[in-house]
């Protein structure tokens, strides 16, 4: 129960920054090395993941990084 709690909260941790990111276009407080480590990192957790066959890691890291790639590209796009 505590780890799909966890799971719960660190995958859409990010959701609440997507849309303030998505409605604003305001990303001048947000570090591009920063946005670029999360989604590469996610991105890598996700590979992982696919490789050693573990549903929710794919499952989690699927929509984690869509958020965070979305972060990205609006950081690259705004900035």
């Not at 799909?4 to 959701?15: E, K, R």
């Not at 001048?28 to 590469?40: E, G, I, Y």
């Not at 991105?43 to 990084?65: E, Q, R, T």
Request: charged residues 10%; aromatic residues 14%; proline residues 1%.
């Amino acid at each position: 129960m505590i780890g799909i709690v966890a799971a719960c909260l660190t995958t859409f941790a990010f959701a609440p920054q997507v849309i303030k990111v998505m409605k604003d276009k305001n990303t001048k407080s947000l570090s591009l090395v920063m946005c670029f480590m999360q989604t590469l990192g996610i991105f890598l957790w996700l590979v992982h993941g696919i490789f050693i066959k573990d549903f929710a890691l794919i499952f989690a890291n699927s929509i984690s990084f869509v958020m965070v790639a979305i972060i990205l590209l609006y950081k690259i796009k705004y900035h």
